[in-house]
């Protein structure tokens, strides 16, 4: 896959998910769902199955990094395929605490 650009839509050549990219890493990387390569939002594909390992899902609205934070991508589309960066597994991406206001 070429380098990814922050703001790029891509859709899940297994499932239904989609993401939009957040923070993209430099250098090109092949991001996948399902255990398939990942293509442009809007391209005609041909559905194949789902990996068995990697067939966790993806949750629309919540964000998705890799280990040392080079990629976060937003999920705009449920899936269920997860979701992988040259075949490691994303992370959820931890929500922080909004201030209490009494």
Known sequence: ???????????????????????????????TCGGAPMVDSGADVDRVAVDPDHAVGIVIGKRYINADETLEVLCVKAGDGSLALDGDLLLLKDTKALPKTD
Do not use: F, H, Y
Request: net charge negative; aromatic share 0%.
């Open 1 to 31: 896959m070429p380098e990814l650009k922050t703001g790029a839509r891509l859709q899940s050549a297994v499932c239904d998910g989609e993401i939009m990219v957040v923070v993209a890493p430099g250098g090109d990387v092949n991001i």
